[in-house]
Protein backbone atom coordinates (compact mmCIF):
# COMPACT_ATOMS: atom_id res chain seq x y z
CA UNK A 1 0.00 0.00 0.00
CA UNK A 2 2.05 3.07 -1.18
CA UNK A 3 2.12 5.99 0.21
CA UNK A 4 3.56 9.20 -1.38
CA UNK A 5 4.34 12.16 1.66
CA UNK A 6 5.18 15.47 0.78
CA UNK A 7 6.53 18.50 3.18
CA UNK A 8 7.35 21.65 1.36
CA UNK A 9 9.91 23.73 3.28
CA UNK A 10 11.14 27.44 2.44
CA UNK A 11 13.82 26.23 0.07
CA UNK A 12 13.23 22.88 -0.17
CA UNK A 13 10.27 19.52 -0.76
CA UNK A 14 10.90 16.36 1.34
CA UNK A 15 9.20 13.55 -0.12
CA UNK A 16 9.14 10.22 1.13
CA UNK A 17 7.10 6.69 -0.26
CA UNK A 18 6.16 4.40 2.28
CA UNK A 19 5.03 0.52 1.99
CA UNK A 20 2.55 0.36 4.97
CA UNK A 21 4.57 1.24 7.33
CA UNK A 22 8.06 0.78 6.22
CA UNK A 23 10.03 3.88 4.05
CA UNK A 24 11.07 2.80 1.32
CA UNK A 25 12.12 5.89 -0.63
CA UNK A 26 13.18 9.55 0.75
CA UNK A 27 14.24 12.40 -0.84
CA UNK A 28 15.05 16.28 0.04
CA UNK A 29 14.54 18.17 -3.12
CA UNK A 30 16.48 21.37 -2.68
CA UNK A 31 15.12 25.16 -4.60
CA UNK A 32 18.27 27.36 -5.02
CA UNK A 33 17.64 31.20 -4.76
CA UNK A 34 17.67 31.46 -8.29
CA UNK A 35 15.03 28.80 -8.82
CA UNK A 36 12.99 30.81 -6.79
CA UNK A 37 13.41 34.38 -7.69
CA UNK A 38 11.18 34.48 -10.76
CA UNK A 39 8.13 33.85 -8.32
CA UNK A 40 6.64 36.47 -6.41
CA UNK A 41 5.09 34.48 -3.54
CA UNK A 42 5.11 30.33 -2.51
CA UNK A 43 1.85 29.72 -3.84
CA UNK A 44 2.72 30.43 -7.25
CA UNK A 45 5.52 27.61 -7.12
CA UNK A 46 2.67 25.31 -7.29
CA UNK A 47 3.09 23.78 -10.84
CA UNK A 48 7.32 24.30 -10.46
CA UNK A 49 7.67 22.05 -7.67
CA UNK A 50 4.74 19.58 -8.45
CA UNK A 51 6.64 19.13 -11.39
CA UNK A 52 9.92 18.48 -9.67
CA UNK A 53 8.05 15.90 -7.63
CA UNK A 54 7.10 14.12 -10.44
CA UNK A 55 10.40 13.88 -12.22
CA UNK A 56 11.86 12.52 -8.99
CA UNK A 57 9.51 9.58 -9.06
CA UNK A 58 10.05 9.04 -13.15
CA UNK A 59 13.48 8.73 -11.81
CA UNK A 60 12.90 6.37 -9.54
CA UNK A 61 10.79 4.07 -11.26
CA UNK A 62 7.39 5.05 -9.64
CA UNK A 63 4.42 5.09 -11.19
CA UNK A 64 1.66 7.04 -9.57
CA UNK A 65 -1.06 4.78 -10.57
CA UNK A 66 0.48 2.62 -7.66
CA UNK A 67 -0.16 4.88 -5.26
CA UNK A 68 -3.24 4.90 -2.78
CA UNK A 69 -2.95 7.95 -1.11
CA UNK A 70 -0.94 11.05 -1.27
CA UNK A 71 -0.35 13.09 2.26
CA UNK A 72 0.51 16.73 2.18
CA UNK A 73 1.79 19.23 5.12
CA UNK A 74 -0.97 21.21 6.40
CA UNK A 75 -0.70 24.72 5.63
CA UNK A 76 -1.92 28.17 7.24
CA UNK A 77 -5.34 27.51 6.72
CA UNK A 78 -8.65 28.31 9.11
CA UNK A 79 -8.73 26.95 12.52
CA UNK A 80 -9.47 22.83 12.98
CA UNK A 81 -9.37 20.21 15.55
CA UNK A 82 -6.69 18.02 14.83
CA UNK A 83 -6.83 15.00 13.51
CA UNK A 84 -6.93 13.39 9.57
CA UNK A 85 -8.61 15.25 6.91
CA UNK A 86 -9.43 14.76 3.26
CA UNK A 87 -8.27 17.46 0.64
CA UNK A 88 -10.98 19.12 -0.48
CA UNK A 89 -11.27 21.71 -3.19
CA UNK A 90 -12.67 24.63 0.02
CA UNK A 91 -9.13 23.42 1.53
CA UNK A 92 -7.23 24.16 -1.52
CA UNK A 93 -8.55 27.72 -1.91
CA UNK A 94 -7.87 28.61 1.90
CA UNK A 95 -4.43 27.49 0.90
CA UNK A 96 -3.94 29.61 -1.91
CA UNK A 97 -5.76 32.78 -0.76
CA UNK A 98 -4.19 32.54 2.76
CA UNK A 99 -2.86 35.64 4.10
CA UNK A 100 -0.21 34.25 5.55
CA UNK A 101 1.94 32.86 2.27
CA UNK A 102 4.30 29.96 4.06
CA UNK A 103 5.62 26.95 2.32
CA UNK A 104 3.46 24.64 4.03
CA UNK A 105 0.79 25.81 2.73
CA UNK A 106 1.73 23.86 -1.00
CA UNK A 107 1.35 20.72 0.95
CA UNK A 108 -2.54 20.14 0.09
CA UNK A 109 -2.33 21.75 -2.94
CA UNK A 110 0.21 19.67 -4.25
CA UNK A 111 -1.06 16.21 -2.64
CA UNK A 112 -4.45 16.98 -4.30
CA UNK A 113 -3.17 17.96 -7.69
CA UNK A 114 -1.04 14.38 -7.44
CA UNK A 115 -4.20 12.65 -6.09
CA UNK A 116 -6.81 13.49 -8.57
CA UNK A 117 -4.55 12.24 -11.60
CA UNK A 118 -4.94 8.66 -9.65
CA UNK A 119 -8.20 6.72 -10.03
CA UNK A 120 -8.76 5.40 -6.41
CA UNK A 121 -6.39 7.32 -4.67
CA UNK A 122 -7.05 9.89 -1.80
CA UNK A 123 -5.34 12.82 -0.68
CA UNK A 124 -4.88 13.89 2.86
CA UNK A 125 -3.22 16.02 5.55
CA UNK A 126 -2.99 15.83 9.26
CA UNK A 127 -2.36 17.67 12.14
CA UNK A 128 -1.68 21.22 10.63
CA UNK A 129 0.01 23.93 12.06
CA UNK A 130 -3.27 25.54 12.45
CA UNK A 131 -5.07 23.03 14.94
CA UNK A 132 -7.04 24.70 17.40
CA UNK A 133 -8.25 22.47 20.08
CA UNK A 134 -7.78 25.49 23.32
CA UNK A 135 -10.50 25.93 26.10
CA UNK A 136 -12.73 28.75 26.47
CA UNK A 137 -10.29 30.42 29.07
CA UNK A 138 -7.45 30.02 27.21
CA UNK A 139 -8.77 32.26 24.46
CA UNK A 140 -9.41 35.03 26.34
CA UNK A 141 -6.83 38.17 26.38
CA UNK A 142 -6.88 41.42 27.99
CA UNK A 143 -8.05 43.67 24.88
CA UNK A 144 -11.27 42.69 23.11
CA UNK A 145 -9.60 43.83 19.71
CA UNK A 146 -7.10 40.63 20.20
CA UNK A 147 -7.63 36.79 20.52
CA UNK A 148 -5.05 34.48 21.13
CA UNK A 149 -4.44 32.26 18.09
CA UNK A 150 -3.16 28.64 18.27
CA UNK A 151 -0.33 27.86 15.88
CA UNK A 152 2.24 25.38 16.57
CA UNK A 153 4.50 21.89 16.01
CA UNK A 154 0.75 20.04 15.95
CA UNK A 155 2.40 17.06 13.74
CA UNK A 156 4.90 16.53 15.65
CA UNK A 157 4.06 17.17 19.33
CA UNK A 158 0.90 14.99 19.02
CA UNK A 159 2.70 11.79 16.90
CA UNK A 160 5.61 11.92 19.74
CA UNK A 161 2.62 12.11 22.31
CA UNK A 162 1.04 9.14 21.31
CA UNK A 163 4.55 7.65 20.98
CA UNK A 164 4.88 8.17 24.52
CA UNK A 165 1.75 6.49 25.26
CA UNK A 166 1.92 3.71 23.22
CA UNK A 167 5.42 2.86 24.77
CA UNK A 168 4.14 3.10 28.36
CA UNK A 169 1.14 0.92 27.47
CA UNK A 170 -1.80 3.50 27.86
CA UNK A 171 -3.22 5.78 25.19
CA UNK A 172 -2.74 9.70 24.66
CA UNK A 173 -6.77 10.08 25.28
CA UNK A 174 -6.04 8.89 29.07
CA UNK A 175 -2.99 10.58 29.55
CA UNK A 176 -2.04 14.93 30.90
CA UNK A 177 0.82 15.37 29.28
CA UNK A 178 3.34 18.89 28.57
CA UNK A 179 4.73 18.68 25.57
CA UNK A 180 7.51 21.08 24.34
CA UNK A 181 8.53 21.32 20.91
CA UNK A 182 12.50 22.74 20.94
CA UNK A 183 12.86 23.88 16.96
CA UNK A 184 13.72 27.03 15.18
CA UNK A 185 10.04 28.40 17.02
CA UNK A 186 9.21 26.63 20.54
CA UNK A 187 6.11 25.72 21.21
CA UNK A 188 4.84 24.26 24.56
CA UNK A 189 1.42 22.69 24.91
CA UNK A 190 -1.04 21.23 27.67
CA UNK A 191 -2.25 17.99 25.95
CA UNK A 192 -5.53 16.88 28.45
CA UNK A 193 -7.03 13.58 27.19
CA UNK A 194 -5.98 14.03 23.89
CA UNK A 195 -6.75 17.56 23.37
CA UNK A 196 -3.99 20.51 23.00
CA UNK A 197 -6.15 23.27 25.34
CA UNK A 198 -3.64 25.49 25.59
CA UNK A 199 -0.32 26.58 23.35
CA UNK A 200 1.69 29.37 22.97
CA UNK A 201 1.57 31.13 19.33
CA UNK A 202 5.06 29.77 18.04
CA UNK A 203 5.03 31.68 15.06
CA UNK A 204 3.99 35.27 16.12
CA UNK A 205 5.13 36.29 19.00
CA UNK A 206 3.85 33.78 22.32
CA UNK A 207 5.99 31.81 24.82
CA UNK A 208 9.84 31.68 25.05
CA UNK A 209 12.35 33.11 22.66
CA UNK A 210 13.71 30.67 20.28
CA UNK A 211 16.44 30.02 17.57
CA UNK A 212 14.86 32.94 15.04
CA UNK A 213 11.49 34.05 17.08
CA UNK A 214 11.47 36.74 19.59
CA UNK A 215 8.34 35.08 21.87
CA UNK A 216 6.77 37.21 24.35
CA UNK A 217 8.59 40.54 24.70
CA UNK A 218 6.97 43.89 26.37
CA UNK A 219 3.89 45.36 24.99
CA UNK A 220 4.67 48.85 25.57
CA UNK A 221 8.31 48.84 24.10
CA UNK A 222 6.98 47.07 20.81
CA UNK A 223 4.70 49.70 20.22
CA UNK A 224 6.99 52.08 20.87
CA UNK A 225 9.57 50.99 17.97
CA UNK A 226 6.42 50.57 15.67
CA UNK A 227 5.65 54.25 15.70
CA UNK A 228 9.28 55.05 16.20
CA UNK A 229 9.54 55.76 12.68
CA UNK A 230 12.76 53.97 11.84
CA UNK A 231 10.95 50.68 10.33
CA UNK A 232 8.39 49.46 8.58
CA UNK A 233 5.52 46.86 9.23
CA UNK A 234 7.36 44.12 7.70
CA UNK A 235 10.34 44.49 9.57
CA UNK A 236 8.66 44.93 12.84
CA UNK A 237 7.16 41.50 11.91
CA UNK A 238 10.67 40.16 10.65
CA UNK A 239 12.08 40.78 14.18
CA UNK A 240 9.28 38.83 15.81
CA UNK A 241 9.38 35.92 13.51
CA UNK A 242 12.69 35.19 11.48
CA UNK A 243 15.19 37.31 12.86
CA UNK A 244 14.27 37.34 16.62
CA UNK A 245 15.23 34.89 19.42
CA UNK A 246 18.62 33.78 19.80
CA UNK A 247 19.67 35.53 15.61
CA UNK A 248 19.02 38.80 16.67
CA UNK A 249 20.77 37.87 20.04
CA UNK A 250 23.89 36.02 18.62
CA UNK A 251 24.11 36.66 14.69
CA UNK A 252 23.34 32.84 14.35
CA UNK A 253 20.38 30.44 14.18
CA UNK A 254 22.32 27.22 14.09
CA UNK A 255 22.27 25.70 17.62
CA UNK A 256 25.00 23.76 16.82
CA UNK A 257 27.49 26.94 16.28
CA UNK A 258 25.85 27.79 19.58
CA UNK A 259 26.56 24.72 21.32
CA UNK A 260 29.88 24.85 20.26
CA UNK A 261 30.99 28.83 21.74
CA UNK A 262 28.94 27.62 24.74
CA UNK A 263 31.10 24.06 25.49
CA UNK A 264 34.07 24.57 23.58
CA UNK A 265 34.40 28.38 23.59
CA UNK A 266 33.08 29.23 27.17
CA UNK A 267 32.03 32.18 25.29
CA UNK A 268 29.62 34.09 28.31
CA UNK A 269 27.68 35.74 25.84
CA UNK A 270 26.27 32.41 24.22
CA UNK A 271 26.10 30.78 27.60
CA UNK A 272 23.93 33.82 29.01
CA UNK A 273 21.60 33.44 25.71
CA UNK A 274 21.56 29.82 26.41
CA UNK A 275 20.86 29.85 29.54
CA UNK A 276 17.84 32.49 29.14
CA UNK A 277 16.54 30.85 26.60
CA UNK A 278 15.91 27.54 28.85
CA UNK A 279 15.03 29.81 31.79
CA UNK A 280 12.31 30.90 29.42
CA UNK A 281 11.03 27.69 28.12
CA UNK A 282 10.84 25.60 31.79
CA UNK A 283 8.97 28.83 33.03
CA UNK A 284 6.82 28.08 30.23
CA UNK A 285 6.74 24.38 31.09
CA UNK A 286 5.47 25.45 34.47
CA UNK A 287 2.55 27.67 33.36
CA UNK A 288 1.30 24.95 31.29
CA UNK A 289 1.20 23.10 34.78
CA UNK A 290 -0.99 24.74 36.41
CA UNK A 291 -3.88 24.65 32.84
CA UNK A 292 -3.39 20.44 34.11
CA UNK A 293 -3.90 21.39 37.58
CA UNK A 294 -0.87 20.07 38.42
CA UNK A 295 -2.16 16.79 37.61
CA UNK A 296 0.70 16.18 34.78
CA UNK A 297 1.50 12.76 33.66
CA UNK A 298 5.18 13.32 31.97
CA UNK A 299 7.07 16.57 30.14
CA UNK A 300 8.30 15.28 26.61
CA UNK A 301 10.90 17.45 25.04
CA UNK A 302 11.31 16.86 21.53
CA UNK A 303 12.29 18.42 18.57
CA UNK A 304 16.07 19.67 17.15
CA UNK A 305 17.65 21.62 20.30
CA UNK A 306 16.17 18.60 22.17
CA UNK A 307 19.43 16.28 20.91
CA UNK A 308 21.50 19.19 23.42
CA UNK A 309 22.41 17.34 26.46
CA UNK A 310 22.86 20.48 28.46
CA UNK A 311 19.74 21.95 27.50
CA UNK A 312 17.19 18.69 28.37
CA UNK A 313 19.35 18.69 31.35
CA UNK A 314 18.76 22.12 33.19
CA UNK A 315 14.79 21.85 31.50
CA UNK A 316 14.84 19.15 33.72
CA UNK A 317 16.60 20.94 36.80
CA UNK A 318 13.96 23.43 36.63
CA UNK A 319 10.39 21.32 35.72
CA UNK A 320 11.46 17.34 36.98
CA UNK A 321 9.73 18.91 40.23
CA UNK A 322 6.31 18.51 38.45
CA UNK A 323 6.37 15.51 36.34
CA UNK A 324 8.82 13.05 34.65
CA UNK A 325 10.78 14.60 31.79
CA UNK A 326 11.17 12.56 28.86
CA UNK A 327 13.53 13.53 25.71
CA UNK A 328 12.29 12.05 21.91
CA UNK A 329 14.80 14.51 20.53
CA UNK A 330 14.55 15.37 16.74
CA UNK A 331 11.14 15.18 14.59
CA UNK A 332 9.72 12.76 11.75
CA UNK A 333 7.04 14.85 10.38
CA UNK A 334 7.53 12.48 6.99
CA UNK A 335 6.51 8.79 9.09
CA UNK A 336 4.11 10.78 11.09
CA UNK A 337 2.34 11.73 8.24
CA UNK A 338 2.76 8.52 6.80
CA UNK A 339 1.09 6.87 9.62
CA UNK A 340 -2.07 8.96 9.59
CA UNK A 341 -2.64 8.46 6.30
CA UNK A 342 -2.41 4.75 6.64
CA UNK A 343 -4.38 4.84 9.54
CA UNK A 344 -7.34 6.86 7.45
CA UNK A 345 -7.29 4.26 4.84
CA UNK A 346 -7.35 1.33 7.09
CA UNK A 347 -10.56 2.81 8.54
CA UNK A 348 -8.56 3.09 11.72
CA UNK A 349 -9.31 6.56 11.98
CA UNK A 350 -11.94 8.53 9.95
CA UNK A 351 -11.30 11.33 7.97
CA UNK A 352 -12.26 14.42 8.89
CA UNK A 353 -13.96 17.01 6.36
CA UNK A 354 -12.68 20.57 6.03
CA UNK A 355 -15.62 22.53 6.21
Not at 84 to 94: I, K, P
Not at 285 to 306: F, W
Request: charged content about 25%; overall charge negative.
Amino acid sequence: MLILVINPGSTSTKIAIYDDEKMVFKRNISHSPEQLAPYNDVIEQFEFRKQLIMDVLKEENYNINDFKAIIGRGGLTKPIPGGVYEVNDLMVNDARNAVQKHASNLGCIIAKAIADEVPGCRSFIADPVVVDELNDLARVCGSPLIKRHSIWHALNQKAIARRYARENGKRYEDLNLIVCHLGGGISVASHEKGMAVDVNNALDGEGPFSPERAGTIPAADLVKLCFSGQYTQQQVIKMLNGKGGVTALMGINDMRELERLVAEEHDPKATLVTDAMIYHVSKEIASQSAVLCGKVDAIILTGGIAYWKYVVEEITRRVGFIAPVVAYPGEDEMQALAFNALSAIRGEVEAKQYK
